[in-house]
């Protein structure tokens, strides 16, 4: 209720601001003040326990700052990032825009974030002990041919920190980042990256799932390529989806054919057959975190019933407020 009646507000101010504000709310502990009662439905993936199934996708806290006031909201668990080995600006703004009319957002962010150091630094002081993701990702002026040297400088650094860590090749938002999700340069970086995990999981005794997210814009074929690749090389798990560069529903509006990756409401037809292909094509042997399009408890439903293990909640969060991550949870079956 204190969301619906402040939600006005908020939306009068630009959308790079309220972001912002919403960190600095959290960092004061406001999580507390927001969040309604959310049940216990235990859950266990990837060899992980989580209390519900109802987390945080990556992108809202990309510095870790906000991890113990997002944590009262009520969260299965927090997934942190997507942070890259150096600091970057990110892209010029304005780059986050607001379509109320069908409850979307098209963010052209590109990844600003302070770095992992930061991250590793506001990560070490949290009290929340539940299970933490750290969504990893490259600096824009590394070269694609390099990437990998990107992926495991962050992997290396954050795996003692992080209970999953999760691989993005998938925003619209660098410039390359998306030709990781295929072919050669798929294979190497699977192959190299579940090396390395393996070595620090035995170097510290304590296995850390490596997931991979990839973006809606595939057809059913190359989905199950890339699921056939994700099996043969020990992935423990894929997230499905991040944002579109398609424009379903939203073209006609005034800001809807602004560059970017569009989430939201108009995201989850898209992002839920993506679902369902890659759940048929991994036929049980990888979880799939179901994210994109989450408005309600229904739409949680939606993508259990497709074969989500977990879902992740973003954009629902900006227009429902963290009443959705309760509707989400007793919508869960």
């Known amino acids: 209720m204190l969301y619906r009646v402040a939600r006005p507000l908020l939306f009068a101010l630009p959308e790079e601001t309220v972001h912002d504000l919403t960190l600095t709310l959290l960092r004061q502990g406001g999580g507390r003040l927001l969040a309604p009662a ?10 992980l326990r989580f209390p519900n199934p ?3 996708a990556a992108g809202l806290d990309k510095n870790g700052d906000c991890i113990d006031g997002l944590a009262a909201l009520g969260f299965g668990f927090i997934e942190v990032g997507t942070v890259t080995p150096r600091a970057q600006a990110g892209n010029p703004k304005p780059r986050l825009f607001r379509l109320p009319e069908a409850q979307a957002l098209i963010n052209r962010m590109g990844f600003n974030n302070k770095g992992v150091d930061y991250l590793l630094a506001a990560v070490r002081r949290r009290r929340f002990d539940g299970v933490l993701g750290i969504n990893i990702g490259k600096n824009a002026s590394t070269p694609v041919e390099q990437a990998v040297d990107d992926y495991l400088y962050c992997l290396e650094r954050v795996h003692a920190e992080a209970s999953y860590v999760v691989v993005n090749v998938s925003s619209p938002n660098t410039a ?3 030709a990781l999700q295929h072919g050669d340069a798929l294979e190497r970086l699977l192959e190299t990256l579940r090396a390395r995990q393996t070595e620090l999981d035995q170097r510290s005794g304590r296995r850390v799932p490596l997931v991979i997210k990839i973006a809606p814009d595939n057809d059913a074929d190359t989905l199950g390529a890339m699921a056939e690749a994700f099996v043969r090389h020990g992935m423990d798990g894929v997230i499905v989806s991040n944002t ?5 529903q939203v073209g006609h509006l005034a800001r809807g054919k602004e560059q970017g990756g569009l989430s939201g409401a108009p995201l989850k037809p898209l992002a839920d057959q993506a679902l369902s292909t890659v759940v048929s094509a991994l036929n049980g042997a990888l979880p799939v975190i179901g994210v994109g399009g989450i408005q309600s408890g229904t739409d949680a439903a939606d993508k259990q019933q497709r074969g989500a293990a977990l879902v992740q909640l973003y954009s629902g969060l900006i227009y429902q407020g963290p009443a959705l991550i309760k509707d989400a949870v007793d919508g869960w079956r």
């Open 54 to 56: 109802v987390g945080l």
């Open 176 to 178: 390359g980042l998306r």
């Open 38 to 47: 959310v049940a216990d439905k235990p859950v266990q993936v990837m060899g």
């Open 244 to 248: 579109t560069i398609e424009r379903p």
